[in-house]
């Protein structure tokens, strides 16, 4: 797929720790987005990590997700307008079928997910990244987001969410650094707004290796809250 030219559309790769709010502030830009917790692996995988104190599935390890399949939904959407992608149910933890997700020629779109710094690198050697942002904020904030959304919407049993969220609140500014270190910008929700709309504009935004996204303009309204 990577010696087909020219790529019409770029995107923005938004991660940050579980419950940071990247699907919210996703919804809110008006760009298309590819959900890409919808590419996790299913259930009885022998691929999938476990964590060693319990033995449970490690959902939050990038080995229990299926990059190179995001990555070409990714490049599909970037070259093409459309891809198909699975629809993935959490709570049950396995794929509850596929969609088309269709941007036609849009020339901006989100892909979204705890782990989408993990394909920075390979976006920008294919000439699709517009901009790479990590959202941050205060663990404790993250914790109890987190921890209400899962509940909302049942994803696991409460023993399984409350071992989890222990460990992740623990663990979230390790977290910030590796998406960071992987080439995702830190910021808060109103940086990433205003990244999104200098990308949205084609401005030169500063992400590592991003370089200025080809679009064109949004309307303020869809770039601030």
């Known amino acids: 797929m990577s010696s087909l030219s020219p790529i019409p559309t770029r995107v923005v790769l938004l991660t940050g720790p579980s419950g940071s709010g990247k699907t919210s502030l996703a919804a809110?830009?008006?760009l298309p987005v590819l959900a890409l917790d919808d590419f996790y692996k299913e259930a009885g995988d022998p691929t999938l990590p476990l964590l060693p104190a319990t033995?449970?599935?490690?959902?939050?390890?990038p080995l229990s997700w299926d990059s190179d399949a995001a990555l070409d939904a990714i490049e599909s959407l970037c070259r093409r307008g459309r891809a198909r992608v699975p629809v993935y149910?959490?709570?049950?933890?396995?794929?509850?079928g596929e969609s088309t997700l269709d941007i036609d020629r849009t020339p901006l779109f989100i892909a979204e997910g705890i782990f989408a710094?993990?394909?920075?690198?390979?976006c920008r050697e294919r000439g699709l990244l517009a901009d790479a942002l990590c959202l941050r904020g205060h663990p404790t904030t993250t914790f109890r987001r987190r921890l209400a959304r899962d509940l909302r919407e049942a994803r696991k049993p409460l023993p399984v969410l409350l071992r989890r969220g222990w460990r992740l609140l623990r663990a979230e500014r390790a977290i910030i650094a590796r998406q960071s270190a992987l080439g995702a910008h830190p910021c808060t929700r109103e940086e990433a707004l205003c990244r999104l709309a200098a990308a949205a504009a084609g401005r030169h935004v500063t992400a590592r290796g991003a370089g200025p996204a080809r679009t064109t303009p949004v309307a303020e309204s869809e770039a601030t809250r």
């Open 89 to 96: 149910d959490i709570g049950a933890s396995a794929r509850a």
């Open 117 to 122: 710094a993990d394909l920075v690198e390979r």
């Open 55 to 61: 033995g449970e599935t490690d959902w939050d390890s």
């Open 28 to 30: 809110h830009s008006g």
